[in-house]
Structure formats: C-alpha cells, structure tokens
C-alpha cells in the first residue's frame, strides 16, 4: 500500500516538471478540464480493477493527470490579481484542496462501509466529470479574455523582476531564473519537507487512528478530515497576515505556522487512545498551521 502511494507521489512530482512547460503554452481552461476528465477515468478504472499491477498503473496514471492542474491555479491567480492583493485571494483559492479533500473524508469512510470500497471511487469521478465540464464552460485565464485590460495596467503598477523581452532560449531563461535562484531551491525544500508532513497525515491518518487509536474506519476518517477542514481558515488567514502586517516579510508568516506545525504534530503522537474529540483537534489544528 505504501509502495503504491509512493509511486503516485513520486508521479506526481515528475509530471509537475512536464506540465508546467506545458501549461504555459496551451490555454489553461482546456488543459485543466483535460487533466479533470482523465483524472476521473483512471479513477472509475481503479474502482473497477482488482489486480495490484492495475492499481498500481492506475494510481500512477492519476498522479499525472492530477498533477496538470497543480501549475494552472497560480499563474492563473496571477493574471488576476495584483501582487499587493494576492495573499489573500491566492489564500482564498487554495482553500479548495481542503474543501475538496475535506468532503471526501468526511462521507468516504462511510462510503466504504455501507456501499463498499468501490464506490468510494465511483462517486467523486462522477463529481469530477461535472467540474472539468465547467471549468471547460466558464473558466477564463487572464482579464484579457473578457476584454480588460492587464491587471497590472488596471492597478497601474510596474512588474517587478519580470523576465525581459530576449532572444534567449526557453531552457536559457529556464536555467538562469530559475536554477540558479536560491530562493526556488529553499523553497522547494521547504515545501518538500511540508509535503512530507502533509501527506503523512493525509495518506496515513486513517491508518493510524484505526490501528493505533482503535478507531472504525468511519470516526477514523472523520477525525482525519478536520485536518482539511482546518486548513481553510488557516491557509485564509496566513494570507490575510501576509498581505497587512508582512507584505514584505512572507516568511515571517510561514515560519510562524511551521513552528505551530511542529508542536500540532507532537500532539497527535502524544494523544492517548480513547481520546478522540483530542484526536479530531489536534489533526485540525494539524491542518490550520499546515496549509
């Protein structure tokens, strides 16, 4: 079990690498839609198959697919929004992981009970097919689309370290802004290592609440989804923090919720069994200092 998650996030990882070039060059309400509908086929295939090869194929295939999305909401956000506001819209916008992944912990370890392991699967690919569907029917990818002009012109601001106009090559620019930039290498450090905490929890917290903590599958993945949850006013108010107090010092905010996160953390080993209201407040507050 663990092999495969592995394999999915290690997809996923490889696939950002490809799809980001690739978004760049294609319109982003198509090539997310694209990634939305294949993401829910290999779903439905995983609910259908029962070999381990398949679920291994599947799950790495769905780790691409959903990985074409990853790059869209930023540049997105970016086009939309100016750099003095975006804390807090960004913030906005990055509370739909947590909703979504909210949701399906809440009602899937009932799912699983009542109407077996497979509709777990079935469903939310259902829902997804409707999402990429509208995104393909609504979604526009920079004010120009709708006829206004740059956000930048509307707030008549002047982009800072914008890559000029050049006749440098795509890998040219690619190395020089981007590899030999130590603040993208400490950030994805960083964010490597937030991953790690991150997806422990979210792959794993059932598991532990129901082996370690003696938890049903249903409480188990109840408890786990306040870490979603959580993290909706949590990732809301780092960005509205960001955008008041530290619009120049980010990472102020970021290392504030990192040293919640360790202590949360703490706290979810240090719960004894039996304690399950504690269980469901510490991968909340988990949550809120995570995302």
């Known amino acids: 079990?663990?092999?495969?998650?592995?394999?999915?996030?290690?997809?996923?990882?490889?696939?950002?690498?490809?799809?980001?070039?690739?978004?760049?060059?294609?319109?982003?309400?198509?090539?997310?839609?694209?990634?939305?509908?294949?993401?829910?086929?290999?779903?439905?295939?995983?609910?259908?198959?029962?070999?381990?090869?398949?679920?291994?194929?599947?799950?790495?295939?769905?780790?691409?697919?959903?990985?074409?999305?990853?790059?869209?909401?930023?540049?997105?956000?970016?086009?939309?929004?100016?750099?003095?506001?975006?804390?807090?819209?960004?913030?906005?916008?990055?509370?739909?992981?947590?909703?979504?992944?909210?949701?399906?912990?809440?009602?899937?370890?009932?799912?699983?009970?009542r109407m077996g392991w497979r509709y777990g699967f079935y469903l939310p690919a259902g829902f997804c097919v409707l999402g990429a569907a509208y995104v393909a029917w609504k979604m526009l990818d920079r004010p120009e689309s709708a006829g206004l002009p740059p956000i930048q012109e509307y707030h008549g601001e002047v982009p800072k370290n914008a890559v000029k106009d050049t006749d440098e090559s795509a890998f040219e620019i690619f190395r020089t802004y981007v590899l030999k930039n130590p603040r993208i290498w400490i950030l994805s450090i960083a964010c490597m290592l937030i991953y790690m905490i991150r997806y422990g929890l979210g792959d794993w917290g059932i598991t532990y609440l129901s082996e370690v903590k003696a938890s049903s599958v249903g409480w188990a993945s109840l408890k786990s989804s306040y870490l979603e949850l959580m993290g909706i006013p949590g990732t809301i108010i780092a960005g509205l923090i960001a955008d008041k107090y530290f619009s120049k010092r980010n990472l102020v905010v970021a290392s504030i919720y990192l040293i919640g996160m360790?202590?949360?953390?703490?706290?979810?080993?240090?719960?004894?069994?039996?304690?399950?209201?504690?269980?469901?407040?510490?991968?909340?507050?988990?949550?809120?200092?995570?995302y």
Request: glycine share 12%; with cysteine.
């Open 1 to 113: 079990m663990g092999f495969i998650l592995s394999l999915f996030s290690a997809t996923y990882a490889i696939a950002k690498l490809v799809n980001g070039p690739l978004c760049d060059r294609s319109n982003p309400r198509y090539f997310m839609a694209v990634g939305l509908e294949d993401a829910a086929v290999v779903n439905l295939l995983f609910g259908l198959s029962s070999g381990i090869w398949f679920f291994a194929i599947f799950w790495i295939m769905n780790g691409y697919f959903q990985s074409m999305r990853s790059p869209i909401g930023p540049k997105t956000i970016a086009n939309w929004f100016s750099a003095k506001e975006r804390g807090r819209y960004y913030g906005l916008w990055n509370t739909c992981h947590n909703f979504g992944a909210f949701t399906i912990l809440f009602v899937g370890g009932f799912i699983v009970e």
């Open 262 to 290: 360790c202590f949360t953390i703490l706290l979810i080993f240090l719960v004894p069994q039996g304690y399950g209201v504690l269980d469901g407040v510490a991968f909340g507050l988990s949550g809120f200092f995570i």
